[in-house]
């Protein structure tokens, strides 16, 4: 009898049911939003900066405007997360992709500004505004997702990935073809209006995801959960990892006396290998659940990747081209391995501690998620740059090499603990269910309280 129930579980594991046309329709509206949505944080780096400085705005200032964007994401997305189910996972969605795309139509006409003063205000506020409303939208889609594709939540997780590695690398090179064709406007103007497009269609086709649900998530909770805090821990890292390159490395490049086209070149190439590979590694952590043991490998490579990027002083190599580029190569390879395991896990420790696989765990996880995920994209550029001006690129390629080892070596000694040397999963100390997320005042569980684990979704170290 329990052979057959553990062959009905590699089953349902291994096999996943094709998609519904229900699916599909979700996944293009989401997508079509998610690539419109962040390409709206990217369409304005070639520009910007030239047309803030004509405005007497310092680069310090310029790069808060840039960082602002992050940093609003992160404190936001949790709170949409939690409150999703009770205002709805579309109505959120599509309000937040509304309030980005008006915010982006808005920020095209702040040129006419004159005063430098009013020009910055204005500039923090709308591009903060902007923010919330990409935090609402994203945090949105990725509930979505997960509740609309239990069997492969991670591969299109990894599949919408893909999406915003277009977005980063159209984005740049779109809105500089606008600037030259229209000015300062028209790359606003094309990006707002096609958003709103997107949106109306979605309004039209895409279908409610968890209707009657009224309970907010518990973000208590869910902090309560010790695996949460290393896998938090490697999202900020990852993400920081891949924002620490947006400043240094085109200078980095330059040392190598290339030309501005072969350095755009470079950044496509991690950026590419990036979105190719994600799909392949959410494929990978939905049929196998290995989810730790890919993250920690994801981390060694992503470190080893880093320190020849530099390359390092400690490895003491010569300083060639291919190097650099197999460095950036790897990078794509391996910190798309390090992130795409992360979210599924993040919701197999939630049902191993016995929260309930519906809407409000979903709003949550993917809430927190946006969020780190959006903090270390905020750390990542202001570390990166202050430490290439207080010592060099090498070195500041060495120490988020160290980030990464670190990380790795986190995950091992946390896999030790959680599974106490091989002896098998360690009990959850408390587990939460439905009537303890009703109230958080409520007192948690005793240990002897049993709830219904979900046995498929265990993470195999």
């Known amino acids: 009898m329990a052979e057959d129930q553990q062959n009905v579980n590699e ?13 599909k329709i979700i996944f293009c509206g989401i997508a079509a939003s998610y690539v419109f949505n962040l390409m709206s944080f990217s369409i304005i780096a070639p520009f910007f900066p030239a047309e803030a400085a004509k405005k007497g705005l310092s680069p310090t200032q310029v790069g808060f405007i840039f960082a602002l964007f992050n940093l609003v994401n992160f404190l936001a997305s949790p709170l949409f997360g939690k409150f999703l189910p009770v205002l709805g996972a579309k109505f959120v969605f599509l309000s937040g992709a509304w309030v980005a795309a008006g915010c982006n139509v808005l920020f095209g006409v702040l040129d006419e500004i004159e005063d430098t003063q009013t020009f910055m205000i204005f500039c923090f506020v709308v591009r903060a505004v902007e923010a919330c409303g990409s935090a609402a939208s994203i945090t949105a889609s990725m509930t979505i997702t997960a509740n609309a594709f239990p069997d492969n939540m991670a591969q299109m997780m990894g599949i919408l990935e893909s999406f915003s590695g277009i977005a980063f690398m159209v984005g740049p090179p779109l809105g500089g073809l606008f600037y030259s064709i229209g000015g300062y406007k028209l790359p606003f103007f094309a990006l707002g209006g096609i958003s709103v497009a997107t949106i109306i269609f979605n309004i039209i086709l895409l279908p409610s995801v968890g209707v009657g649900r009224a309970e907010s998530g518990s973000l208590k909770n869910m902090f309560l959960i010790p695996a949460f805090y290393p896998t938090a821990l490697a999202v900020i890292i990852g993400s920081a990892s891949l924002g620490f390159l947006d400043p240094t490395l085109s200078p980095h490049l330059l040392s190598f006396d290339l030309s501005a086209p072969l350095v755009a070149v470079s950044f496509l190439l991690m950026g590419g290998v990036y979105a190719l590979t994600s799909p392949l ?16 490998i994801g981390f060694y490579l992503s470190a080893i990747s880093y320190l ?15 190097i650099v580029l197999f460095a950036l190569s ?19 420790s939630a049902g191993w501690y016995g929260f309930s696989d519906d809407l409000s765990t979903q709003g949550v996880v993917s809430g927190l998620f946006n969020s780190f995920f959006s903090l270390g994209g905020f750390i990542g550029p202001l570390l990166g740059g202050y430490l290439v001006d207080r010592y060099d690129f090498s070195w500041a390629s060495t120490v988020f090499a160290g980030a990464n080892l670190s990380v790795m070596i986190l995950l091992c000694l946390f896999g030790v603990w959680e599974y106490r040397c091989g002896k098998g999963r360690r009990p959850p100390w408390v587990r939460f269910d439905d009537s303890s997320r009703e109230d958080e005042r409520d007192p948690l569980l005793p240990n002897d309280v049993i709830s219904p684990a979900i046995p498929d979704k265990t993470v195999n170290m």
Not at 11 to 23: E, F
Not at 281 to 296: C, E
Request: hydrophobic share 50%.
């Open 281 to 296: 590694w959410g494929y990978l952590a939905d049929k196998k659940k290995n989810t730790r043991f890919m993250m920690v």
């Open 308 to 322: 020849l990027l530099g390359p390092s002083p400690l490895l003491n190599l010569p300083k060639q081209l291919w």
């Open 330 to 348: 790897l990078a794509g390879l391996s910190i798309g391995c390090s992130l795409m395991p992360a979210f599924l896990d993040m919701f197999i």
């Open 11 to 23: 089953v349902d594991v291994s096999a996943s049911p094709p998609l519904t046309k229900r699916q």
